[in-house]
């Protein structure tokens, strides 16, 4: 098959050589590496033509000759957290994988184990699988181990155990995702064993004094949801207070950045955007002061203008950051600003039943089905992971943890408003 075979993807041998087939295989057996990085690259080039791809690309042909509206009908998947379950030791959820396989050398982070706490949480808020209990428990064991003597925390670990020399600069995003997830665990106290939210507690206690001086915007919004979640369990009129600081932070942002054509907290958008509108909706929750809304509603719906395009969502490239004025990059959507644009559409949705909201979600979603610039599916349906981004030419078929979690995170935000059986239909636009 010489349209998919070359140098990189395997050896090419005449018909009938016995001994070029025996040279190729004894070639191949005696150099691992080679034999690895051709594999790898053969399933790069033909994920394209795998089932679900080759309905997909049916479709469109379809669509393209017909020249008429065809609905095309994605199926929701079933829920699978096999793949999390490989990726995760005693210790916590591995960082990476090589194709489906774990990488334990990328060791572990506090950002993964942190969203992996509130996956399963969620997860076992649905279902009350036995199973994830012992998730649960690890991945609060690594945010535990994780919190410093002064209450902060360090993000990365090595396959040993070790805290790494990354653990040096930017760590106020991997502190404000541990709040948010120590908030929304404790949340869900009422179904939880009663020891695990106890030492929850005890770990968001020594962790709040310490976020004070915490500036970054992303970080603060994860603060706010954490503080959120928090105070639907323990009422505490500090962390009320704390979390109307943040918010107005974010206010002052968003009144020196906004303009007629930019309603926007930075004069940017990079990742996890749809954080920002989200936090300033729950401080409105907590506190019923009308400015965050207001800036929650403007925010969201000028960063909706910027990422759903003809029916679709187009994610800012994380290779070139949609800076004020200019225009984004065209590849490079990972699928963690899926899942959270999901996760703000459905809090939108759940506080105003705004019908648009939900339909944006189903939209969103169909991104990890195939409805994405690449027309070719994100979600892996033989693990339950999910490949780790689009890029220019091809889909990133690793699957590492933040990846896997974002599936998982985004399928059971969805699964609240549709069930298994349900389809999701999407008319296809040229």
């Given amino acids: 098959a010489i349209e998919v075979m070359n140098k990189d993807t395997g050896i090419i041998i005449d018909f009938g050589s016995s001994s070029q087939l025996a040279a190729g295989v004894i070639h191949l057996l005696s150099d691992e590496p080679l034999r690895l990085r051709m594999s790898s690259n053969a399933l790069e080039k033909i994920i394209s033509t795998s089932w679900e791809n080759s ?140 020891k695990l939210v106890s030492k929850a507690i005890k770990i968001i206690k020594r962790a709040i004094p310490n976020t004070k001086e915490i500036y970054s ?6 603060i706010i949801k954490g503080l959120y979640f928090y105070n639907m369990h323990s009422h505490i009129k500090a962390n009320i207070k704390l979390l109307q600081v943040f918010a107005d932070r974010l206010l002052e942002m968003f009144k020196h950045e906004s303009s007629d054509d930019w309603t926007w907290f930075e004069d940017y958008l990079t990742y996890a955007n749809s954080s920002l509108p989200e936090s300033m909706l729950y401080a409105w929750l907590a506190t019923e002061e009308e400015i965050y809304k207001t800036v ?53 949705y759940d506080l105003f039943k705004d019908e648009k909201c939900l339909k944006k979600i189903t939209i969103a979603f169909s991104w990890f089905l195939g409805e ?29 943890a933040e990846s896997a979690i974002s599936y998982l995170l985004a399928r059971l935000t969805i699964g609240k408003y549709f069930t298994c059986s349900a389809i999701i239909k999407r008319d296809m636009h040229p």
């Fill in 55 to 194: 309905a997909i690309a049916h479709a469109g042909l379809f669509k393209k000759i017909i020249q008429d509206e065809i609905p095309l009908r994605y199926n929701l998947p079933a829920i699978n957290l096999s793949h999390i379950k490989e990726m995760t030791t005693e210790k916590g959820i591995i960082q990476f994988a090589k194709i489906n396989q774990p990488d334990i050398d990328s060791g572990y982070t506090l950002d993964d184990n942190a969203r992996a706490l509130i996956a399963v949480c969620m997860h076992y808020k649905l279902t009350s699988d036995p199973e994830d209990l012992h998730l649960i428990k690890t991945y609060l064991n690594f945010i535990d181990f994780c919190q410093q003597p002064d209450g902060t925390f360090l993000n990365y670990v090595d396959k040993e155990g070790n805290f790494t020399e990354q653990n040096k600069i930017n760590l106020d995003d991997a502190n404000g995702r541990a709040i948010w997830a120590l908030g929304y665990f404790i949340s869900q106290s009422s179904i939880l064993p009663e």
């Fill in 217 to 222: 915007s992303r970080a603060m919004a994860f």
């Fill in 296 to 348: 929650s509603v403007k925010s969201l719906k000028f960063l909706l203008s910027k990422t759903f395009k003809k029916n679709r969502i187009v994610v800012i490239s994380n290779r070139g950051w949609l800076k004020k004025g200019e225009v984004p990059g065209d590849y490079g959507e990972q699928p963690i600003d899926v899942a959270y644009t999901i996760m703000a559409l459905s809090t939108f």
């Fill in 372 to 400: 994405n610039r690449l027309n070719q599916i994100v979600y892996n349906p033989c693990t339950g992971g999910c490949y780790d981004g689009i890029e220019e030419t091809h889909v990133n078929l690793n699957q590492g």
